[in-house]
């Protein structure tokens, strides 16, 4: 009873931690750029006393869902969306540069390029600023352009490149800030490959269909551990009853 206790105990506890995976992914699917979490079970065995013939299932994160989001036109000048694979390159708030497809781009006060939650956008020598200026215009390979404050659209000028990377999927992984880095450490490599789409962003590739679907099923693996636990108890209670008995 005490095996059977464990794995309905651990069952329960699985459906949780993949329960939050799941509403993680459900409350970002009008998150721009967003790329939902992937999760799955799988069979462990119960180690102990006894022979390894009990098996539980744990909750797990075997990477991340790749596929591109819905393009979403805007008719933003800064808003842009990346045409095909790539990532836009940012200053994360440690420090380090990071990738994102979020193109919701914003000019601070202060001239800073930023996504739209305020991440730095990488140019060619770091972050990206741009001056006051009537006009600014992002090309399809990040080429940033201005017209100065009174001038005349004659006088278009380029100041900066954004930061375009393209590296092999599986030397990318996921952090916890929902950023996306290599797995090596360093920095990507420039791509010149990589093409943007201007007035628009892409969207969240989350499927709120499937991810509805999933927490209904979580949510019934849930209760069917909680009843095999109480299953468990009231048959530990019949046996020591039984006991007395005798």
Same mark, same amino acid.
């Given at each position: 009873m005490d095996s059977s206790l464990y794995v309905a105990m651990s069952g329960a506890k699985q459906a949780m931690l993949a329960q939050a995976v799941n509403s993680h992914n459900l409350s970002n699917a009008n998150t721009t750029g967003f790329k939902a979490d992937l999760s799955q079970f799988r069979s462990m065995p119960v180690y102990g006393a006894g022979l390894p013939s009990n098996v539980y299932a744990m909750a797990e994160r075997p990477g991340i869902d790749f596929d591109h989001g819905t393009i979403q036109s805007t008719g933003r000048d800064l808003d842009v969306s990346i045409n095909g694979d790539g990532w836009l390159a940012v200053q994360a708030e440690d420090g380090t540069e990071a990738y994102t497809r979020a193109g919701d781009l914003?000019?601070?006060p202060n001239g800073v390029l930023t996504t739209g939650t305020g991440l730095a956008v990488m140019g060619g020598g770091g972050p990206v600023a741009i001056? @006051?200026?009537d006009k600014v215009e992002i090309g399809s390979d990040g080429t940033i352009s201005i017209i100065p404050l009174g001038d005349s659209a004659a006088t278009l000028s380029t100041i900066d490149r954004i930061k375009l990377v393209n590296p092999e999927l599986s030397d990318v992984e996921k952090g916890k800030d929902g950023?996306?880095?290599?797995k090596s450490g360093l920095d990507a490599q420039p791509s010149a490959e990589v093409r943007l789409v201007s007035g628009s962003v892409e969207g969240s590739n989350v499927s709120v269909v499937n991810a509805m679907v999933?927490?209904? @099923?979580?949510a019934r693996n849930f209760e069917l551990q909680v009843k095999m636990m109480k299953t468990v108890s009231e048959n530990e209670a019949a046996s020591a009853q039984l006991m007395r008995v005798s």
């Open positions: 914003r000019i601070t001056p @006051e200026a950023l996306f880095r290599l999933s927490m209904i @099923e979580l």
